[in-house]
């Protein structure tokens, strides 16, 4: 089974606005040979890579980390359904495996850690009857500058997504959090003690890219970060909002080529032997509770890459 999500990787035409989109956005860049990658601030491994390949964008591959004896099951699951393993899509890469799901997305397996994250002190807040924080402002300072602390989930189209579960269950040894109803949309944890998704599923008639998400320290924070991004020119697509798939609190912005990333703050986090019972959820209450722009707009189930 993989035990943590690592990195999303697209093909898109023009590194350049790559570079200003992920920096505004609050990631680190570094460079490759027709390639950038971004990394949150403190982690150790590329979360974000864009390879330039001249034409519009399109989901390139994503990777995975386990420890080698679940490497070894893995490749024992894929040997036993004839999944062939293939040869890395560009050199200097981690060891590891290469294969492709039942879309034919490209998928990477490799042995690693799964990436800790600092602890932080909550800021301490007022609730009705419990004042706990007194004789202290609780506005953060105006010069915050809010930085995304990890690469969490992301979401791809699927023209099947009880396929697409399926073969991550069954296959890669993922567990299913959560499902929208008629097969719009399914939402899959690591097996260990995981956040509520790490990978989903959108129905669509191509597969394709639909958003990466990272995690931010409030709901102050997103929406600091989310004026950033306006302030520098990027399209707002949904929120602040609160999903009920999750429970994370959120704010999607369009990427240069109309796929997204989001803020999230809050999500569901659950633990290996918790007896976590699925639920199937409509489109209305799956998506969310609230959002202050009201329900998605038309076009954010919208596969571009189809396009
Ligand atoms: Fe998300």
């Not at 990027?234 to 997204?260: C, E, L």
């Amino acid at each position: 089974m993989v035990q943590s999500l690592q990195r999303l990787a697209l093909g898109i035409p023009d590194l350049q606005v790559g570079a200003e989109f992920y920096t505004t956005f609050g990631m680190n860049m570094y460079e490759g040979k027709d390639m950038l990658a971004f990394r949150c601030d403190n982690r150790k491994h590329d979360e974000i890579v864009l390879i330039e390949t001249g034409q519009s964008r399109k989901f390139h591959h994503i990777a995975f980390a386990t420890d080698a004896p679940d490497l070894e099951d893995l490749k024992g699951r894929l040997g036993s359904r004839g999944v062939q393993l293939l040869d890395p899509p560009y050199e200097d890469q981690e060891d590891g495996i290469w294969f492709r799901d039942p879309d034919g997305n490209l998928v990477n397996v490799h042995i690693g850690p799964a990436a800790s994250i600092e602890a932080e002190t909550p800021p301490v807040i007022n609730t009705p009857g419990i004042t706990k924080r007194v004789n202290e402002r609780g506005c953060p300072p105006f010069d915050m500058n809010p930085r995304p602390r990890r690469f969490g989930h992301m979401i791809l189209f699927t023209p099947d997504v009880p396929a697409q579960t399926k073969f991550y269950i069954d296959v890669v040894g993922m567990k299913l959090s959560d499902w929208i109803a008629d097969g719009y949309a399914a939402f899959l944890r690591t097996a260990g003690d995981s956040d509520h998704h790490v990978l989903g599923f959108l129905n669509a008639s191509t597969p394709g890219f639909h958003h990466a998400s990272f995690e931010m320290s409030s709901i102050d924070e997103t929406e600091i970060a989310a004026k950033r991004l306006l302030g520098n020119g990027f399209k707002h697509a949904w929120g602040p909002g609160r999903h009920g798939v999750g429970s994370n609190y959120f704010h999607y912005f369009r990427d240069p080529w109309n796929g997204m990333a989001e803020y999230f703050f809050d999500i569901d986090y659950l633990t290996e032997d918790f007896d976590w019972e699925p639920t199937e959820w409509t489109k209305q209450s799956g998506m969310f509770l609230w959002a202050a722009d009201g329900p998605p707009p038309p076009d954010f189930g919208t596969n571009y890459e189809a396009e």
